[in-house]
Nanobody, 114 residues
């Protein structure tokens, strides 16, 4: 059974930082492109960032320069370092694993207060 478990969400003031983790079980993340998506209240889920199996990265324009994705294949974990947080970053953040199959985590809430 595949599980992606996100941790690290919480309440932070604008300008602050958070680090999200996504621990995978049932798959080897080294075989997958790993990404983060987010869904704000009343909005559809949107792409945030991805790190490929070759460690190439891509970011949404809205987070470029503020967020950093990384992966530790030995720990089977992906990270999202979020800095200079803005109230507009408030959302549930979901971890995603994609290759021939696709898997989602249950999400972790990030709330940025102004």
């Amino acid at each position: 059974q595949v599980q992606l478990v996100e941790t690290g969400g919480g309440l932070v003031q604008a300008g602050g930082s958070l680090r999200l983790s996504c621990a995978a079980s049932g798959i080897r993340i080294s075989d997958y492109h790993m990404g983060w998506y987010r869904q704000a209240p009343g909005k559809s889920r949107e792409f945030v960032t991805v790190i490929t199996t070759g460690r190439s990265t891509r970011y949404a324009d809205s987070v470029k320069g503020r967020f950093t994705i990384s992966r530790d294949n030995a720990k089977n974990t992906v990270y999202l370092e979020m800095g200079s947080l803005e109230p507009e970053d408030t959302a549930v953040y979901y971890c995603n694993a994609k290759w021939l199959s696709q898997y989602w985590g249950q999400g972790t809430q990030v709330t940025v207060s102004s």
